[in-house]
Structures are given as C-alpha cells and as structure tokens.
C-alpha cells in the first residue's frame, strides 16, 4: 500500500515504478522520472532537494545519473544498483515509510518533484547503440515461414538450435505515439511475371509485430562472451515493441541477405523500462524445444517471462477492435540465451535493445 493515490487497475503500481526520460512545458530539459500511478516523481528533483538522503551510500554517491538525459548512465550502474534505488522508492512510497519527512510530509518537495503523469512528455529513454531483433517466437516463425516458403518447411534447419535474429536499425526507434509513415520501396505487383520487373509504390501491406523488448545495461569485452549464467544480470529493463514491417516490400528484397527496407523506416516501443527485477516473480518457461542444445545456450532457470500481451487497433473515428491476444511464454528462446547466443563470437555488446 501506498500513501499517494493508485488507482487499483493502474499499471504503474508500487510494485512496477518503471523509469523513463521526461520532460515538461515548464522544463524543456530531459531527465529521468519514475512513473507511479498517475504521477511522475522527477528524479532530478528529488535528487537535488535530498530525496536520496536516506538512501544507501553505494545510491547517494551516484546521485549525478538523475541529472542525465538518458538512462545510459543510470543503466551502467548494474542490476545491485537498480535494486537498491527500487527499494528505496518503494519505501519512500509506502504507507508504512521509514523515512515520511523525504516525501510524503514534505509538501514543497512533493509539489516540486510529484509530476502529473499527463503533463509531462516522454522521450525514447536510453541512447540506443545497437538494435536486434529476435526471431524467438516460434509460433510467429513459423506462420511467417509458411508465407514465404509454404508449409512444406515454414522452419529452417538451424531454428532450434539458435536464436534467429538480424541488426536492426537503432536510429529509427521511437516511443509510442510518434507517427510512422507508410514507406515506399520496390514491390514486386505480380509474383507470377515472367521478368518479374518491380514497380516504386508505398506499401500496400503495412504490418505489425507485436514483441517486447530488453535493455542491456552492460557491455562484455571484445573476445569474450557472455555465459548464459551471467546473462541475466546484463538485462536492465523491458519494454513493449512494435515491429513494423512491408511486407511487399520485404517479399522482392528479402532474397538472399533478408529485410532491409522493409523494416528499417519504423520501431516502436513504450516509453516506460520496466526494471528486470519488477518482472522475477513472472518468471517462467517458454515453448518447449526437445533439441539438444550446445552447452553455451544451455540455461538452469526459466529465463522467460509469464505476461498477457495484447493490441487494440483504434481507427480515426474511434473503433476498437482488438487484433491480437498472446503471451511472452511464446517464446521459444530466453532472454539469457539471446545474450549468451549474440555474443559468443566474442562480439563486444554496447548498451542496446534486443
């Protein structure tokens, strides 16, 4: 329980408090906030009026990551870090605070660094390095497989035994609400032509995939990859994704190198990162894969996680219909076995999405 108001069906309870980068009308300037309920707490402000004062020194030493425009540095700090700044606030935040004289009585503070949630503008949270998208769903790989190869082999040989994925492109990740234009490219009108000759046209077969989406919060050195058992500590935080495809534009270019165009014009993902540690209790298995794997990808815990996904198509005269229902056990491959698969080459990861 909380002493500031949550609504009950809120998404941003005391036990979620994701972080984002925020500005206002009054302070164009970005900083990082925590969402709770139907607030913002600005962290800026509440670092530097001894919001923190409370804190744990490892926590009050760091205190400049709440002046950055992104979540990079804060994100570099390490999952120990992330733990012990999400306890404090959730005990900032509790009816039962330790500390009542930090927020929750202090009303020149409460009113300087408690943002309306609806006043304040978001931005994409962290400074994206790199940008991979996974193929781990293998009921999604497998529909898509049979479009494009028919259902004789919808699954390549080598898709139990690695994590799919191609480079995406970081510079055109945006957050939610951002619009996405209908992108032109070659298609390819009849795939019956002989010569097939493609025509220049805006795609007429706009898709989306609904995925989630990790940060990274550390890197590994060139050379050196990541185990799996290590994996877990790397990730940051989730958020939720929209993968926009053409898909006729994917169909003429995607042979042999795979999708260029046809997904480079357009990513959306929320603004909120949810913290890695918000979502253990949610853990759980993925689909399951009788192939043996390589040591390398071979994990102990279940490294998926158990949440309802859903989107809801809303038209410009405000129908609702909602397109698609899922849950991320569907995935065939963890989050951990992503990282430890990305890297074993020894390839040197930044901080990134995947």
């Not at 795979?258 to 979502?279: E, H, M, Q, R, Y």
């Amino acid at each position: 329980m909380s002493w500031l108001s949550i609504p009950s069906k809120s998404h941003f309870s005391l036990a979620n408090l994701p972080l984002g980068i925020i500005s206002t009308q009054n302070d164009a300037s970005r900083r990082p906030g925590v969402a709770i309920g139907d607030y913002v707490l600005d962290l800026r402000v509440f670092a530097a009026h001894g919001g923190f004062a409370a804190a744990p020194a490892q926590v009050a030493s760091k205190l400049d990551v709440f002046e950055q425009p992104t979540l990079n540095s804060f994100a570099a700090l390490g999952r120990p870090l992330h733990r012990e700044v999400r306890r404090y606030l959730q005990d900032i935040f509790s009816s039962s605070t330790k500390h009542p004289d930090i927020l929750e009585k202090n009303n020149g503070l409460r009113e300087a660094a408690l943002l309306q949630r609806c006043q304040v503008t978001n931005h994409v949270p962290l400074r994206i390095g790199d940008y991979t998208d996974f193929f781990a769903g293998k009921n999604h790989a497998y529909n898509c497989g049979v479009l494009f190869f028919g259902p004789e082999n919808p699954l390549s040989p080598n898709y139990m035994h690695l994590p799919t994925a191609y480079h995406g492109r970081a510079s055109s990740v945006v957050i939610s609400g951002t619009p996405i234009h209908r992108p032109w490219g070659q298609i390819l009108k009849d795939p019956a032509a002989s010569p097939k000759v493609p025509v220049q046209a805006p795609t007429d077969k706009l898709d989306l995939e609904l995925e989630m989406a990790m940060f990274v919060c550390g890197g590994n050195e060139m050379g050196r990859p990541v185990a799996i058992d290590r994996a877990e500590e790397l990730i940051f935080g989730y958020v939720l994704m929209i993968d926009w495809s053409a898909r006729d534009v994917q169909m003429w270019e995607s042979v042999p190198l795979g999708p260029f165009n046809a997904k480079n014009f357009g990513t959306s993902i929320s603004p909120w990162v949810v913290l890695a540690d918000a979502l253990d209790d949610l853990r759980a298995p993925g689909i399951a894969n009788d192939t043996t794997l390589l040591p390398y990808l071979q994990e102990k815990g279940r490294g998926v996680l158990d949440i309802e996904l859903e989107v809801e198509l809303i038209t410009a005269k405000g129908t609702r219909s909602v397109i698609c229902k899922t849950n991320s056990t569907n995935l065939l491959w963890s989050w951990p076995q992503m990282i430890a698969h990305h890297t074993i080459t020894g390839y040197s990861g930044r901080q990134e999405s995947g």
